[in-house]
């Protein structure tokens, strides 16, 4: 499938799919962390802050707007939480690459 019409329609890829198109152009995966519940976190940060922040919004932007925006991002903070959607950051090298830590460091 050409890769332009593929991400043009708005389908994600999954994980499987990012790390097999990875290996057949020749990167090496060195690790997947799964961010998903650190992006529930911090929308429902944003979520907070927005509501926080309400009457400052409304005078910038229309009633219709506020609400759409907020119902995004509990929806999207949700969808994270419940792992309708995920997302993951993946560390890979071009070839072999042994100079790299062999563990994670937080």
Request: proline share 2%; aromatic share 12%.
């Amino acid at each position: 499938m050409d890769q332009e019409i593929y991400l043009s329609g708005g389908t994600i890829p999954s994980l499987r799919e990012m790390i097999t198109d990875m290996g057949e152009d020749g990167f090496h995966v060195l690790d997947v962390e799964d961010l998903r519940l650190h992006y529930y976190k911090t929308l429902r940060c944003w979520e907070q802050n927005f509501r926080n922040h309400r009457e400052e919004v409304e005078k910038m932007f229309d009633r219709r707007f506020n609400r759409m925006w907020d119902l995004y991002l509990s929806s999207c903070a949700a969808a994270f939480h419940n792992g309708i959607i995920d997302i993951h950051q993946i560390l890979a090298s071009k070839g072999i690459n042994n100079g790299l830590p062999i563990v994670r460091w937080y």
